[in-house]
């Protein structure tokens, strides 16, 4: 199994941060049983606001390797990734085998 984890700073330039988070959360979760290999997404937005903290997660678990990375190409994926792209002002990830 691949564990895939996403954390996001938003732009506070890009509108309303609450906003989008929750419309980042909606877009990203609407993937779940869309994606062949994709066998779990979720997303938190987090409520600490801590000054080290990001704004917003994803956890995504997949069967394989290939999974993720036809993950990254799906067309569905695709159609979330310029709304992510322009409300983020950071991004970190890690990929790992569980």
Do not use: C, T
């Not at 779990?40 to 990001?54: A, Q, W």
């Amino acid at each position: 199994m691949i564990k895939h984890i996403v954390m996001w700073r938003l732009d506070e330039q890009a509108g309303d941060k609450a906003g989008n988070a929750l419309r980042l959360k909606r877009l990203l979760e609407g993937l779940n049983g869309r994606i062949p290999g994709l066998l779990r997404l979720e997303v938190g937005i987090d409520f600490s606001r801590d000054n080290d903290s990001s704004d917003v997660v994803l956890y995504s678990e997949f069967e394989s390797r290939q999974a993720l990375d036809a993950y990254q190409k799906h067309p569905a994926h695709a159609e979330v990734a310029p709304f992510v792209k322009a409300v983020r002002s950071e991004r970190r990830v890690v990929d790992y085998s569980a």
